[in-house]
DNA sequence: CTAGTTGCAAATGTTTTGCACAAAC
DNA sequence: GTTTGTGCAAAACATTTGCAACTAG
């Protein structure tokens, strides 16, 4: 759930997630993209995929591999890399490689976002300042460069953790 | 050399760098930084940190071992590596990561800064933005959490590209 | 039937490490 | 003379690929 939070003149941040189109919804998309495209639809594709979008964010390939092993205990690990490869083909994922070895996917959603990183707990928030984004705009602007896209991440530690008091 | 660039209200961008702390101040640092910690100085640590601070910028661990073999031709991959890492926790050098397989290094500089990366080119400009800082800090606010660092790159077709006209 | 898909093992590319030898302090 | 550093080759790690067998359309 989306929720708004009062803020500094001028930045409105936007920290969460709306409801995501249903796993079934997104099951449809990729069926219908993989016929566009003359390809086919298999059990262990159906399986990956509908692990992928039920599970949430920020999935490992070694994760999502452990998860669909459970459903699907024949599937390789070069199995799911294509098809996570597929779904980003298929704009049906967005790939991120935050400040670790292996990379993280996500569902793609219907808005941009960026991300803050707790260093401790490893917990990923969402959010969204489309202030930052005017500004990204104008420094391009300013460089007369064409802006197609960017990554930011802030890391530090989550308001939870803090409140633990973990120092 | 910095230069500053008019803008948008509340926006001032500062493209370019500040004239570097030369070689040979940065290679008094690294040995007085060796001493506290009790480490050698040796031929081929003065050498990669040499040919790394006078090279300038945003060098792979590739390009450095083939320039420092120039040099000296007797070095390993891994001291380039095992130097590269030791400058980090000397704090006198940074490691990026940009869309790329390899981590990329460049001196620390006095000014925190972010990075504009052409596709086309491979080009890396620096920027400096205080307000999209400020707004970072704004984020973390609303989050509760204390931000610590942040990694901003913005990817596109750079000015000097787009006046070649190359589509 | 036939183009597209899979699993496995092997290859890849970058970075790290074990170890015997060498060099600083 | 210890302790730390080096080169080499091998390992590690995440991801990709070749290939023979398989399967969806």
Redesign the interface.
Known sequence: MPRH?P??A??R?V?GRAPAANTEDRMGAFHARLKDKGLKSTGQRDDIARVFFGIGRHISAEELYAEVKKINPHVGYATIYRTLRLLRECDLLQER?F?EGQARYEATDERHHDH?I??RCGKI?E?Q?D??ER??E???R??????????????????DC??RGER
Do not use: P, W
């Open positions: 939070e803020s500094a001028h930045t941040t920290v490689h400040d803050f707790c260093e928030i959010f300042n202030s930052i500004l990204q104008a420094v391009a300013e460089l007369k460069a064409e802006l197609r896209r960017h990554k930011m991440e802030l890391y530090g530690i989550c308001g803090l409140a």
